[in-house]
């Protein structure tokens, strides 16, 4: 018997090296990044796509606010609340300072400038499909952009949430998702693709999540319940979104919805984003969620 016990703990803890060890935040090689000139005008339109404003603002900022990226937005999650980081060129507070490879690995890798696992609160499953390209323009963007030396507010989780070692086990269950839509696209649709599920990441909202919160890629864009269980968030799929091209390219621009309403809570900001792409862009989104698989 104590035979037997020697050998179950020997296994175990073999077991859970192994977990330690595959689960040990990994991250990217960076060096074609380096290589790469930044385009400023361009990244602000991946900055706009990508909305990262609508997080890491200072919550209910307008105007040209919106680019004071000081953080403080409080995200309500059944794993506890989530206050976005201060990213502004501030070297202190913010990400002034960060090469791109540090940026690349918070945006893409989800590991954090300390080199830990970084929460999936910040959508980097979306963002690893960004073109290396528009990275570099995004980082090349931020510079631009005023410090703020406002202090990040700690994150406020229930154990073992609380512990960033636990995330590696989360990467191994979410693994890394290819688009959703395949096949033989036109152009059109792989632009729209590109823009919805890679850069303004519609399914991080719009997509049931599973047990662990992974998204159910199955169920893309099918509804989902958002902020810890209070906010109801529609289905866009076909079955549901029945509107017409026009009444779909109205909404994401300017938020009415056909029935005289207007786009409310996350979403609203999510319009304000919209607006500052060309019109070729939310067409192309808009051909997008049109030929998106429909989920009554
Ligand atoms: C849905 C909300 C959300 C969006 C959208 C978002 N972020 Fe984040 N971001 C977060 C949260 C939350 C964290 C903190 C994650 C953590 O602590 O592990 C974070 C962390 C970061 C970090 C690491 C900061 C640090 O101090 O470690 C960077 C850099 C960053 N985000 C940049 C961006 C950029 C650039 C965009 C747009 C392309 C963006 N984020 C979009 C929520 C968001
Ligand atoms: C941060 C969360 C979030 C993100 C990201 C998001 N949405 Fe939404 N969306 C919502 C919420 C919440 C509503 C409901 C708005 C309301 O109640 O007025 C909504 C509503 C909509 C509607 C109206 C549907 C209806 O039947 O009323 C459309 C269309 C839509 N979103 C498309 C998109 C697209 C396309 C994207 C990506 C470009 C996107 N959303 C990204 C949260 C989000």
């Known amino acids: 018997m104590p035979r037997l016990l020697r050998t179950l703990a020997v296994i175990g803890l073999m077991a859970a090296t192994f977990v330690w060890y595959v689960t040990l935040p990994a991250v990217r090689d960076t060096s074609a990044l380096e290589a790469l000139t930044g385009n400023p005008v361009n990244g602000e339109m991946v900055f706009w796509a990508s909305g990262c404003a609508s997080c890491h603002m200072a919550p209910g900022a307008t105007g040209a606010d919106q680019l004071i ?6 995200l309500p999650t059944q794993f ?7 990213i502004s060129s501030d070297r202190e507070q913010g990400i002034g300072g960060w090469s791109i490879a540090a940026f690349a690995h918070a945006l893409q890798d989800g590991v954090t400038g300390d080199g830990a696992h970084e ?3 910040m959508p980097y499953l979306a963002y690893v499909k960004m073109a290396p390209q528009d990275l570099v323009d995004l980082k090349t963007f ?7 030396a406002t202090p990040n507010i700690p994150h406020d989780l229930t154990f073992p949430f609380s512990l960033r070692s636990t995330l590696g086990v989360w990467k191994l269950w979410a693994g890394q998702p290819d688009y959703v839509m395949t096949g033989d696209l036109p152009p059109v649709l792989t632009r729209g693709r590109y823009l919805a599920e890679a850069l303004a990441h519609c399914g991080e909202c719009h997509t049931p999540r599973d047990e662990l919160g992974a998204l159910r890629q199955s169920a893309w864009l099918s509804g989902a319940v958002i902020d810890a269980g209070k906010v109801k968030v529609p289905n866009i799929t076909p079955a549901k979104l029945v509107w017409t091209q026009e009444e779909i390219f109205t909404y994401l621009t300017t938020g009415s919805t056909p ?6 809570g996350a979403m609203a900001h999510v319009v304000d984003n919209l607006a500052h792409l060309p019109k070729s862009d939310i067409m192309a989104i808009v051909a997008y ?6 989920i009554p």
Do not use: I, K, M, V
């Open 289 to 294: 969620l049109r030929a998106a698989h429909p």
């Open 259 to 264: 029935e005289f309403d207007y786009a409310g």
């Open 80 to 86: 506890g609340t989530f206050y976005a980081p201060n």
């Open 119 to 121: 929460y999936p609160a």
């Open 142 to 148: 931020l510079d631009t952009l005023p410090a703020s």
């Open 69 to 74: 990226l000081a953080g403080g937005l409080a």
